[in-house]
Structure formats: C-alpha cells, structure tokens
C-alpha cells in the first residue's frame, strides 16, 4: 500500500534520513521505534505527505507521490493523524473538535467514533475538563472521522501514563485489525511489541 524506495532527506545539509526502503501492507499495524533524533518524526512526516522527500520515491496503492495534484484532498480522503499533542480545540466540546475535522459528517457517524473509543459521555466536555487519556482518545476520533485508509501517529502516548498509553494502543491495534493501515512512532519499546512489525531508525537508517 505504501512503498518508499531510497528515501533520503536532510535540512539544511544535515542528513536525516538516508536511504530509506520500506513497503507496508494494508492493515499492517506498524512501529517505528527509536531515540529521540534518530528520525522517526521525519520519516512519518515523509510517509505521510506533509513533508517532501529531498531524494526517493515514495507510493501509495502504485500511485507515486509526485503524481498527486492536490495533496489537501488526498490526505483528507485518506490519512488520519495524531499527535503527541493533542491539538484540540479548548473552546469547542469534544464533539464539535470532531466535527470540524469533518463538517458533512452526520451526528450519528460521529456518536459511533466517541462510541468505538469510549467517550460518548464526554461528548458534550470541553478538553480542559477531561483527562489526559481521555483527550488523547477524543484525538483518535478526531482522526478517525473520514474513515482514513492510513493513520499516522507520532509519539501518541508520549504524555499519557502507562494504563492510558496501554489502551491507545489497543485501540490503534483493532483499527488495523479491521483493516485500516497504523504507523506510530514510538520511543516506548514495550508498546511497540504490539505492532505486526517493529522498525528501528537509527541516525536516520532503518534497521
Ligand atoms: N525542522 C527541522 N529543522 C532542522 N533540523 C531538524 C528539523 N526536524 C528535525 N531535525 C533534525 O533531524 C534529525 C531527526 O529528527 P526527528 O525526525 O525529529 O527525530 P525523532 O522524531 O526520532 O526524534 C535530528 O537531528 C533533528 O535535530
Ligand atoms: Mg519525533
């Protein structure tokens, strides 16, 4: 589903990344594991199309990268994010963050995500009146809500304590067994053994 060949990427002259080569199945549950630096934010970022390869190829079903018109649509049709920082909105409830990601999606569609992720009583809290655990799954939805055919997570846990961090992995192992592709980024290598695959980047290399 996804194939990056020779991907290489550096700022500025300082190298990143080098020589990148990976493939990656649909519905695959995948872990990119490493120390802070060796790369792992800029290879998600790569892979999901916010940032431009400076060498490599990059495709998603067979279609390269460089051949996608308009990269707004194709993310919004295809990819889901979450961050470490949640980045939701404080002044709207969780149920309005959700549906600003996508304003035609009915309210039922939306009920059914805070359903799957347990939150749909907090649907009408603000993000400062909830947890953190509880807001890092109101980002999940948040990402889920376009039905994403990827999801790219960069460091997701990487505020939450182990219980919280524990079940947003599961929660992101059941997406992928339901067949929605799941690439994280990850210092926690406990969690990371959930994955089907677990890659290590190290300066900017995988191993
Ligand atoms: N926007 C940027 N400008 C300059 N250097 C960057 C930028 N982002 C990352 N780097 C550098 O690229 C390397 C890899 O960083 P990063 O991909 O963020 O690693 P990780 O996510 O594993 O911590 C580091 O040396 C980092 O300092
Ligand atoms: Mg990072």
Known sequence: MIKAINLS???????????????????????????????????????????????????????????????DEFRQKNIGFIFQFHHLINYLTLFENVKLANEECKDEEILKVFKLLNIEDLKSKFPTEISGGQRQRAAIARALINNPKVIFADEPTGNLDSKNAQIVFELLKNLSAKGTTVIVATHNKELATMANKIYEVKDGQLK
């Not at 790569?46 to 996608?68: A, V």
Request: a positive charge; one cysteine or more; aromatic letters at 6%.
């Open 9 to 71: 990427h550096d700022y500025n002259g300082d190298i990143a990344l080098r020589d990148i080569n990976l493939e990656i199945k649909r519905g695959e549950f995948i872990c990119l594991v490493g120390e802070s630096g060796s790369g792992k934010t800029t290879l998600l970022s790569i892979l999901s199309t916010l940032l431009k390869p400076k060498e490599g190829q990059l495709s998603f079903n067979k279609q390269n990268y460089k051949d996608i018109k308009n990269l």
